[in-house]
Every structure is written in structure tokens, then in C-alpha cells.
């Protein structure tokens, strides 16, 4: 069957799990990506959503999940080792938030993660109606632009960087640059979360590639015109509203606090178990406040969810090494029978626990050295419906651009990193509900919905293969 709209990403929305009792079933995944297109294939009517299910070898027909049709793509071993955890995780990732990690460059991966896309290209290419919309997303597929203009020049494409596209001193480290921005400009319109990715990408190409550009529009050779602009992602802001205000909610955040031993503060940081989120750093401006004798094991407590994330790549296994180690020495120096300094939990939980956590915490901490938005900051200040709460962001996280009345810190200052910690766990009410109120109003205005309909609006408005007049 052809779909008018077709959506292209790396994963789907659903990942295969197998029970205890051999019988293998369908669970919501959690992450970014997911959270923030279900809504928007729900209110197109449907549309297919084609990515990997995670596993090896299985050939999956597609299948509908809670009304959304859902079309699995195949991974060999060799695919998921030099495609998923080697080029895109291991190349991509580092490279793309401020070499972070060094990027490791092998030829190897490069093929295949060139052989991924083609299929990932094709299938779209199979799915999508006459003239339809397809919709690419993230640093997995960014040949995929190009690969199915080949295929199929009749239709609108559309593609999404989720992470942050870094400026040209790094992105030239890369040995295949030209074919990634290549790749790229098959779309017709290119998002990033921030200007400054946008006006990397397009001074790239003038650099690079050679192409003439205005502002925000690349001209191509053939006539075509590519627009690349920012498209600042958010959450479901109403969703997560009810959702804390829910009565299971609000008793559970109470349990929450109480299992903790009814601190003064609860400070809380959610992110995957990734070495871009700073989560080491974080714990040691923390753990050096209660060491200091600025904070008390009897006033204060860390809970830090840490979620699995890219387990097979060894940066990820060694950082945890690292914040495990870091947590048992902090534990062991500061804590006391029943009252640790940091409550550490290497787990994912549902969306009511998130919501209750976020309900729970005094503070929330989100101090990553490179991030291309930040939905945690997002939905922390979505759940604050007391507009209560204290926010410390990073300026590196795309969300800084937005949440100005957070508590913004450098993530690679930890003196100044634990200077914010104190002030937001000694802030007065009132300061609270200031800041607080200003970030909600932003929040429930800039919706994941507004998102979704800004691009697509945009990507609806491109007309394929019209001549644009040229800048003079
Ligand atoms: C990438 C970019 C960008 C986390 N743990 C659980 C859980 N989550 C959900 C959160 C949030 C999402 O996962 C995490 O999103 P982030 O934005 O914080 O980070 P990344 O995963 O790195 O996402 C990022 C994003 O894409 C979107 O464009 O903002 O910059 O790196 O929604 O709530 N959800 C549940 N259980 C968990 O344990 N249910």
C-alpha cells in the first residue's frame, strides 16, 4: 500500500522484547525520537513509520501498533557493528557533540553504513505514494535524502537532525564529509534544533561543495532549492501536564520522597548513560558540596536515573566503570545507614515514575557538554505545575535557548557548577515561581505538535524541481 506520508528513522517506536517465558512482545522504546513523532503520525492519519526493531537477523513483516503501521527493516550483526554502534555511535555521535569522545574513523563502517541507507532509502522509496512526503530523521540516515531522490524524484523530502551539526573546524575531521553533505541535499528541507547547526551546515556547503547560498537556502546546479533552518523540538507539554497532576501521580511522588527519608531537597538528574550528558561531573560538584559541609546527607539527595544506552560500545561500558566507581566512593565517604548521598538507579522506567520523579525533585540537574535540545529540561518544567522547582541547564544544551530563567551553568566549570547547585537549592519561593512561570509559559507554547506543523508546513510549501530566482 503507498503512503502519503512516510517516516524514516533509525529505530521504530517499538521495541521487541522477549519474555521470561520465551514469548517475544512489543514495548513502547524509550528516547527523544519517539516521544516526539507519535504525535505527529496520529494527527496525520496515519502514515508508516519504517526502522530497525532492534535485534538481528529477523525478518519482521510490517504490523499496526496502537494504530500506527509500523514497517521493521532486517540488521545483520555486521550491519548493527559497523553501521549502528561503529559509524553512527562511534563516528557520528563523538564527532557531532564537540568531540566529546574521540571519534574513531575505519573504513570499514563507512561501507556500511553507506549499504544501511541505500536499503533504509529503498524500502521508503517502496512505501511512499506518488508525489507523497517522506520524512527522514537523524545522523543514522543522512544519505538517505539523496538515495531516494534518485529513486523516486517525484516526491517531498524532509530530514531532521536531532543532534547538535558542529561547526566546520571539527566537521572536516571527517573523511567522507562531502557525501554526508551530499547526501543531505537531496532533501528539500533540512532541519537542525539551533541557527547556528542551520548556518554550520550551509556554510559547509558553500565551503565544501561549492554551491551558492543565501542566507538559509542552498541553490543547486539542477535548479533545485534547499532551505535549511532551525526547528527547536519540544514535548507533549499538555500530556505531561495531566499526566503530574494525575492522583497516582501526586501519591507516588509522595512515596517517592518519603522511600528517600523526606530530605529538605531532592536533586534529580534523568539521562541516557551517555558520556555527552556530564553526568560524571554533576555528581562530584554535588559530592564536593556535601564534602565541603555545604549540604548535609540529612538535607539533601541525588537521585541520578542513569539509562542504559549503546552497551556494546566500549566509550559507553567504560563510562559506566567510571559513575559507578564514582558513585560507591562517594557513597562510601559521605553516606550513612539508610541516607546515601547519591541514589543511583542504571534502569529505565514508565512514563508515570518519570512524571513522579519530576514531581518529586526540588532540583533538577541537566548538564550536558554538548546537546542538540534536551527534552528532560522540557518536560521537568511541563510537570512543575506548582511553578515550584528549580532548573540547572547547561548553556550547551539546545534548550538554554528557550529556558533563560534556569539556573544556566558551564558544565566544564564545576566551581561554578556547584556555586548554581547551591543557590537553586537555597532559592527563596518566590524566586521560583518566577522563573518557573516564565519557563512553563514558553513550554506550553512551544509544543511538540508546533513543532511537527512548522515543519511540515514548511516541507508542504516546498514546490520540487521549480527554478527559485538566484540572489543577485
Ligand atoms: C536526542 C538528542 C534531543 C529517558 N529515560 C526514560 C525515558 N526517557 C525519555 C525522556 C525524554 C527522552 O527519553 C530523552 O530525550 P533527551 O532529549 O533528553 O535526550 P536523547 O535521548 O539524547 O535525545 C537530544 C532529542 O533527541 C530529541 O530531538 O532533545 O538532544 O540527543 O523524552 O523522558 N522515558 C521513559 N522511561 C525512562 O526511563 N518512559
Redesign the pocket.
Known sequence: MAHDLVIVANRLPVDRVTLPSGRTVWRKS????V??IEPVMRTHGGGVWIGWAGGTGQKLKPFQDEGLSLVPMAMSQDEIAGHYEGFSNATLWPLYHDVVAKPEFHREWWDEYVQVNQRFAEKAAEMAARKGTVWVHDYQLQLVPQMLRELRPDLRIGFYL??PFPPAELFQQLPWRRQILEGLLGADLIGF?LPEAAGNFVRLVRQRVGHKTHRDLVYLPDGRTVRAAAFP?S?DSAGFEELARSEHVVERAKELREALGNPRRIFLG???L?YTKGIYARLRAFSELMRDGHLDVEDAVFVQ?A?PSREQVEQYRLLRDDIERLVGRINGDLGRIGRPAISYLHT????DE?AALYRAADVMVVTPYR??????AK?YVACRVEDDGALVLSEFA?AADELKQAWLVNPYDINGMKAALLEAFAAEPKELARRMRAMRKTISQHDVRAWAASFMTELEDVVPHTKHPRPL
Open positions: 524509550p528516547g527523544g525520537l516521544a516526539a536531532h543532534i534544533q523540538i514535548i534523568i539521562d541516557r551517555d536515573v539509562v529505565s522506567f514508565p512514563r518519570m546537546d542538540g535540545m534536551n527534552l528532560v518536560e539546545g
